[in-house]
């Protein structure tokens, strides 16, 4: 047995055994296209169905809310590009200076066609104030995207209350949840935001699939198009069993979320209590890779 210890879950988890057995009939014996109108084709509609429903419900959402992507990185493509296209102008789009590469990068592509573009800043404690948002919403601003949970750091933003301040202005509100889905509470509807981008592989399901939500009445306009899938907003022939195991996944962390938190509390409480307890006066812990040997 491997004497390693994986700790980069935040970069991909492992695939839950219960999502594989899930996954198992799509990759096989179950090979329909699910635009046919054939048996085959409507088996795969179905399980698409159901693990729309699953993912919703992670979320607090309706299914026909759920846009299934190739991942979180093509949800915040949606999301942003979708948004200021829709919009008819170049727009104004307000992120904060610390979200994942998927929302900057993109934010770059969008200033190349004239998006302006404001990186709010973050205090100490990694958190982006609500008096910095309200700042920036004085000037005529499309979109705003601050992600729900850091990559790096773990800071959870106040996401409520930047949307609720979006409200007042009639601003759309988009959250990158890619760290958060599935790990904390989330609820569209008590957030009040209006995109949501999720990815199945940060919660024990596949990589390669995701998930950008829709808020009822929010105008996108497509970045990819073919025959008209996903409401339209994303056309390509669905990747059934990556999105079967996405929903399993979700219902998985849904049933098992207060569980789980339980667990993740104690062992960072150990890890943090052994770690002082050796060290002391020690914020900051870096590990060289030497120290861990591919064995």
Do not use: W
């Not at 935040?10 to 996954?23: F, G």
């Not at 104004?92 to 200076?97: L, M, P, Q, R």
């Not at 935001?193 to 699939?209: Q, R």
């Amino acid at each position: 047995m491997s004497s390693r210890i994986y700790f980069d879950h935040s970069a991909t988890t492992p695939l839950d055994s219960r999502v594989l057995e899930a996954m198992g009939p799509f990759l096989g014996g179950e090979y329909g296209n699910p635009s046919s109108m054939h048996e085959e084709g409507r088996v795969a509609r179905a399980a698409i169905d159901k693990a729309r429903a699953q993912v919703a419900a992670l979320i607090g959402a309706e299914p026909e809310e759920i846009v299934f992507t190739a991942g979180g990185t093509e949800a915040d493509n949606l999301a942003l590009i979708g948004a200021v296209r829709a919009s008819g102008k170049p727009g104004h789009v307000v992120t904060s200076a610390i979200e994942d590469a998927a929302i900057l990068e993109t934010c770059k592509h969008l200033a190349t066609g004239g998006t302006r573009i404001t990186h709010l800043p973050v205090d100490t404690n990694g958190l982006l104030r609500p008096d910095s948002l309200l700042r920036a919403l004085q000037s005529n601003v499309t979109l705003v995207s601050v992600m729900a949970a850091n990559n790096v750091v773990g800071t959870v933003q106040p996401i409520e209350e930047l949307a609720q301040l979006t409200k007042l202005h009639g601003v759309l509100f988009h959250t990158d949840a890619v760290q958060a889905g599935g790990k904390i509470p989330v609820d569209v509807n008590r957030l009040q935001v209006d995109l949501l981008s999720l990815s199945a592989h940060k919660l024990h399901g596949p990589k390669g699939v995701g998930a950008l939500y829709v808020r009822k009445g929010v105008r996108l306009s497509p970045i990819v198009f073919g025959g008209g899938q996903e409401r339209g907003l994303r056309s390509a022939t669905e990747n059934v069993a990556g999105i079967v195991g996405f929903g399993a996944a979700a219902e998985i962390a849904r049933n098992e979320l207060d569980e789980e938190a339980a667990r993740l509390a104690g062992l960072r409480e150990h890890i943090a209590t052994e770690v002082l307890r050796t060290l002391p006066n020690t914020t900051c812990l870096a590990i060289p890779r030497s120290a861990f040997p591919v064995t």
